[in-house]
């Protein structure tokens, strides 16, 4: 009994000190389950997404994983498995360990999870040149703080204490690449902490004054007309 042992693997050293022939030795891996295993993987999720879960391969060990809030889709009784969350609630994965050929009993390990929508950006991918569109997050939280990238916010759209889940926003600047950027200002409401929705911005095409030609034009005969 090796209370230096860690956790993983480790060697067991048989030796046979009776016989006249001189001693020998013999060598037996022995699974070492540690009494609190730790699960690596997330505890807070986006809703519909999939992640990994996984503790260290022990050789000699078997690995019994169990989701709540989502369904294991690769990785069966193995070291690592991915998971496949579903809409927003309270997850949890488990994990037993045991190995029939100790006798230490079973190791448990839960994660407990939290799914939470992303931040939805709606709006036109491609907008003109000064002219002013809405864009919205559609969960409605008003926990959104917005910035534009080459354009300008004009509106916050029925605002709550300056914080809004609409904004009207105008493309002023340059024709182009922009984004529209939504930051969160509360814990606990979105999976995660920003969010970018990129669109273009088309050139407005210049206002013709005046066109020069023949007004007064007969049938079948050709015409020149100029800018």
Do not use: H
């Amino acid at each position: 009994n090796d209370n230096s042992l860690t956790d993983g693997e480790g060697t067991l050293i048989v030796t046979d000190g009776s016989t006249f022939c001189g001693s020998g030795q013999t060598y037996f891996s022995v699974p070492i389950i540690p009494s609190n295993p730790v699960v690596v993987g997330s505890e807070l999720v986006c809703e519909n997404t999939y992640e990994v879960y996984s503790y260290e391969c022990i050789p000699g060990v078997e690995y019994n994983w169990s989701v709540i809030g989502g369904t294991i889709v690769g990785g069966f009784n193995t070291s690592e498995i991915k998971v496949s969350w579903g809409s927003q609630g309270n997850g949890q994965v488990a994990l037993n360990l045991f190995s029939s050929t100790i006798e230490c009993g079973i190791a448990q390990a839960i994660i407990n999870v939290e799914i939470l929508p992303p931040i939805n950006i709606n709006g036109v991918n491609l907008a003109c040149e000064d002219q002013s569109y809405t864009f919205f997050e559609d969960q409605f939280s008003n926990t959104i703080q917005w910035s534009v990238d080459n354009g300008n916010i004009l509106n916050l759209l029925n605002p709550i204490d300056n914080i809004s889940n609409q904004i009207e926003v105008i493309f002023n600047q340059d024709s182009g690449p922009a984004s529209i950027n939504a930051t969160a200002t509360q814990e606990g409401v979105f999976c995660q902490e920003m969010s970018t929705f990129n669109l273009n911005i088309v050139e407005r095409p210049q206002a013709i004054l005046t066109i020069s030609g023949d007004s007064v034009i007969c049938p079948g005969e050709t015409y020149i007309y100029s800018l």
